[in-house]
């Protein structure tokens, strides 16, 4: 019972029975047995009840359990599922292991986000008792070596508690490193020995996150299943973005991945759809009975979805010149956002019922033609003695590069709900303010019996419900408010729910949920095979008329708003952007 912190038996035992099917079963199967105590302390063991188990449960699957239905691919991926077996967390003697190698330990998104994840899940004992971390790059470094390079971007993020300095010192301990190249089975060879020793025998589980360029993803893919896949437990593969180019190249990724993974063991990040504000979408829309009347045509003119950074490609700019806005930022998180926001109400919150009813908006949407569609690039820019690049001064992206740093697109769900409703993306580099929102226009309200007090633009006192996904999480809708006093006067005002102000504690990072619901084997925020397909079905033909014709993006200054281009491109569709009207 070690494991239970602040809550009776009671509460853990009516949580798990309602919650959790697996812990159900178990349940049924031992409460006729004499030592009941004991039975029962076993249960919530192996459901890893902690001090956070009532918020933990979404796919009702414990930590360390091997996931029934882990289908696993290859003879070197045979998983055997353990008749009757029932792994205890929290037991060092007979728990499961997690090993957790982080493939391209030595890159940029390793240490800027995977490790500092890792670390936040184990401060917060979201991690099994026994787990290990390895590294592996070419790269040639000690043990102790990546510990040093890691330690330097592990923070106590979450509530600076005095015991972080140790939490910090216990988690590398479990880190460890080996070099090897990654195309040769051998190396892998090497890293299995390791993680068996580390192992030591028991039931384990491995998950490799590739965080690395994906012309080696296979390669890593083939060489971790055939020599380093567990042996009696779970093999899951974390695989960054980008998937392929186009949908001809995604799809030959996909069929590569599949000669040595089963589907359900390939996890396609998308780091958006771990983000809180993204999370919550289905949340507001599924629960909130005032709002799923207005979530359609009748109601909404317009919904916008942009992505802003107020900084360039400094030090990305040879991956991003392959690959584009378009591919970098609309392709994949504008569109998840997209679709998770049109999508109708699932049959339940598991995986596969998301996921069908996500895929079905993308497989209704109208395929991008150029006429929706505004590139542009950044081009230097000065102001006062600073001086900012343009995209193209940047040493590793080819003079006169046609790669477009911004975009704006119209794109139209052709359904029932969404017929005619322009979705508008924009995305874009080194522009004035870094953000992300998904924006909701509603309706000029019919015959406004206030209409003399707006003057003549109506699209001034539109309802604009507003969910800032970041800096500075909020929700928050625009409406029309009498300002107080004797007069009619009208304003517009914001019903406003600051995150930072109703929960005054750190938000994770998206990592850490998508990591968590990895090991959990929670696949409801990885993109399915035929989402992917059906989102490059929408943007291929348009990318490569773009590449083909060689079209010109409009220049706009570094630290600008982006092309005039986007203006036009709303204005076409009789909306106006949000996020530049006065009142944003
Ligand atoms: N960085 C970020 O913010 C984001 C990154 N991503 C994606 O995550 C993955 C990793 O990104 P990031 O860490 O920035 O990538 P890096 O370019 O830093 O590469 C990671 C590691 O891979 C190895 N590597 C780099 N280039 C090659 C090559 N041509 N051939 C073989 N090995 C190579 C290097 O390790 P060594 O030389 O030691 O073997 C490097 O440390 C990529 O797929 C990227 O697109 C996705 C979202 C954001
Ligand atoms: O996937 C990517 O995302 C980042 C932006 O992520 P954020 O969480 O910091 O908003 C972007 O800079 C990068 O170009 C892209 O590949």
Redesign the pocket.
Known sequence: MATIVGFSSTNVMSYALNNDPEFHSKFNAVKGSKNSSLLFSCICLGSRVSNHFQLRSSNGQPLNVVSSHDGLAGSSLTHQPIEGSFPLAGSESTGSNLSITVVGASGDLAKKKIFPALFALYYEDWLPENFVVFGYARTKMTDEELRNMISRTLTCRIDKRENCEDKMDQFLKRCFYHSGLYDSEDHFSDLDCKLREKEGGKLSNRLFYLSIPPNIFVDVVRCASLKASSKNGWTRVIVE?PFGRDFESSSNLTRCLKQYLKEDQIFRID??LG?ELVENLSVLRFSNLVFMPLWSRDYIRSVQLI?S?DFG?EG?GG??DNYGIIR??MQ??LLQILALFAMETPVSLDAEDIRNEKVKVLRSMRPLQLEDVVIGQYKGHSKGSKSYPAYTDDPTVPNGSLTPTFAAAALFINNARWDGVPFLMKAG?ALHT?R?EIRVQFRHVPGNLYKRNFGTDLDKATNELVLRV?PDEAIYLKINNKVPGLGMRLDRSDLNLLYRARYPREIPD?YERLLLDSIEGERRLFIRSDELDAAWALFTPLLKEIENKKIAPELYPYGSRGPVGAHYLAAKHNVRWGDLSTDE
């Open positions: 973005k780091h958006y983000k992505f950074e490609t990305r991956y991003f970098d930022i994949n998180h580099k870094k992300a970041q998206a």
